[in-house]
Structure formats: structure tokens, C-alpha cells
């Protein structure tokens, strides 16, 4: 029998600041901040808690079945104990979701890849078990006297997303359970479920084979190599046929290669990507850095010229087809999406701090600084500044605007610097 330890606990040392970056990337990630959030009365209390998270003024954060701890400092240095509560599953509704996951073989491989598929929270919650808190399920205890969530709490609660984007057991373990007893009793589960669907000795073959309990199991999915493999060369004694580049042949096959491997790995994860148009492909292409003769062609094919393919392939580099419809794309915000970019920009600074913004579709321009952001579909944020009058990437997306804004205002005091 798997023993269940209530008093297991695992402390997560201290994260470095949090410039340059949201506090969530993952999905469930945002949900935890989301019960947050949606549950904190006082904005205000959410905002220093920001603050101090990406100051990095959380200690070591310690979890255990049921409660969050850590230290966090004001910026004068005052040190305060801040706790979060949620509540553990009953041994009842860990039996469902256990016996549920086991089920589902997917839901096993994704938590062993450190991943928390929707179906899984969906499943869960269809056998009444809720993984991932909900409005009012975190709650805040701290030695400062706020009886709401503080400053302190709020930037815990902002470090532990950081923590469950790395691993999703750290959710299980505040649930009750560590990762040991979780998949030693998977384990035990799933052998106890093997030897149960083995056909009685004597049973007709054709009636076994049509009940498929015994049927062998699929074979192990193929390993996927860790870089994509190289092409052979072109680069023979027989003279090319007339119109054939060889060089351009041999960085085409290498590209393709490489695209092959990359979706590859998009079917293991099972997350496949749109198919790029002609115009984006050359794009893709050009950031294979080819030699200048195949980056010219690229570029007079893609029909941005030189300097444009450039800023193509940077935002290509910082994020694929996504990044490249943002430098592409100006778009009138609508709807709920404008409510919600509003709603962003409104949280993201303190009143006084927030800095003066003209908007133009989806672009929010910084007034008197050569910086900007952009705004996606998916609703994140982009780092653009100024360069040579054109208007560049300056970094990744981010779920936060005060965090894509700092990336894009880094990158331009670098460039002044140069």
C-alpha cells in the first residue's frame, strides 16, 4: 500500500527577479493567478505584490499538503511571513482521480513531461475533483495584519505560478500528495488494472480476440532525435545542370530537414502549428542564416527587400508565425478584446507610474521614448522600439504589458548605448 505522508514538504529556493518576463507562461499557470485576481478586493494589494515579486523579494518558498509559506521583504526590509491556504483532496476524491488518470494513459505521459493538459482539469472535474483553485479558494495569511490578501501574500501567490510552470506535481503536492505517492500509486493502479483484463485460461481464441483484452499493446513511439539530420552533400566533380544552384539545393534540403524535425516534435506534444504562407515560409528560410547570394533571392521572393527580411527574421526569431502577424498586421481592437487590453494596461502600472501612451490600433506608443507595444490576438504583448526610423522587435511576448515595456525599453537603451 502507498503511504500518504500529510506531513511531506519541499521547499523551492529562492527565483531571481522576474524582469523581462511574465509570472505565468503555462496555462494553469494563469489560472492560479486568475483565483487570485478574481478574488483580491484591493488592487492596489495585488500591484505590490507584483512589485515585489519581480524585485525578488521572495524568500524560499516552502509547500506541503494544503499551504504555501515564505518570507517577503518591503523595500525598506521589513521581513513578513506571508501563507497561502488551499484546501487538500479528500482520500475520496483522490481514489477518482487516480483511478481517472489511469484510464487515460495521455494524462500519465503529459504529468511525467511536467505538462497539465486541459483534459486532465476537465476530466477531473467531471468525477468532482477541482484541481486548480477557483474564486475564493486561496487564502491569505500573513504576520503584517491585512485580512485580505496583502502585498505579501499576492507576491507569493505571483512566485508559486512561476513554480507550477515548472512543474505541475508542485499543484498534486499543495493538493495533499507528493510526486512519489502520486505515481507510485498510479503505478499500482495500473498493475492492478494489467492483471485484471487477462482472458480466463480456456476461453475460445475468437471470443477472447473479440472481447480485446488480449490484444498486444501499440509499440513505443520512436525516439525522437535531438537535432534534425544533416543532408548529403552536393558538392561532386559532375557539373550542375544548367539553372541548378547547388549551394541553394543543399540549404533548402538542410531547411527542410529541420522543419521536418520540428514538426515531429509539434506531433509528440500534440500541438500542431498553422501552415505558414508562401510569403512567411521565406521568412522561416532566411533564418537559417544562407549564405548572402540564397538571403538575396529570399529577399527579393519575399518582395520586403533586404533590410525588411531582416526585421522578419527577428521577430520570426523571437516567436514564429505569431511574432511575424504582429509586425505584419495593424488591427482595430474590438470588443472584449480592447476591454481586456484596457483592463491590462490599467493593472500593469501604479496610476503615477504608468507611462503616458498614444494608442493607434493595436499598438500603444510610449509619448517622447522610441518604444512601443503591440498588442496580439492571442492577447499578449510585444516589444518594439525604433530603430533607424523603422519600427523593430525588441524581445518576446509577454502575458504583462509593464513586462513586454521594460524588455522594449532595455532593448533601446542598448541601442542608444551603441
Sequence with gaps: MTRH???????????????????????????????????????AQLKAGRRLARAGAVGAVSVRPGRLTAVVQDRDGTAHRAD?????????????????????????????DREMPPHLVEDAAAEGVELLPGLGDLEPECDCGTWDHCGHTAALCYQMARLLDQDPFVLLLVRGRDETDVLADIQSRSGAAAS???????VDAAEAYAAGDILPGLPALPVLPDEPGVPPSLDTETPPAPGVDPAALEFLAARTAARAHRMLAEAFRGSFGPEPTVA???????????????????????????????????????????????????????GGALARARAALESAWDADERPPLRARGNRWTVVGAPVQLRFGRDGRWW?????????????AAAQDPATALAAAELAAGEGAAL
Aim: hydrophobic share 40%.
Design 5 to 43: 505522508d500529510e506531513d511531506t514538504e519541499r521547499t523551492f529556493a529562492a527565483l531571481p527577479p522576474a524582469h523581462g518576463r511574465g509570472f505565468a507562461q503555462t496555462w494553469w499557470g494563469q489560472v492560479w493567478l486568475k483565483a487570485l485576481e478574481d478574488t483580491a478586493l484591493d488592487s
Design 84 to 112: 497561502v491556504l488551499l484546501e487538500t483532496l479528500s482520500p475520496g476524491q483522490w481514489d477518482r482521480l487516480l483511478d481517472m488518470t489511469v484510464e487515460r494513459a495521455g494524462h500519465v505521459a503529459a504529468l511525467l
Design 196 to 202: 485484471g483484463s487477462s482472458a480466463p485460461e480456456g
Design 280 to 334: 512567411q515560409d521565406a521568412v522561416r528560410l532566411a533564418a537559417g542564416d544562407p549564405d548572402r547570394d540564397v538571403a538575396d533571392r529570399l529577399a527579393d521572393g519575399s518582395g520586403r527587400g533586404r533590410d525588411g527580411l531582416a526585421t522578419a527574421v527577428r521577430a520570426w526569431r523571437y516567436g514564429g508565425q505569431d511574432a511575424l502577424s504582429v509586425l505584419d498586421e495593424e488591427w482595430r481592437i474590438e
Design 383 to 395: 516589444p518594439y522600439r525604433k530603430e533607424r526610423g523603422r519600427w523593430v522587435p525588441a524581445g
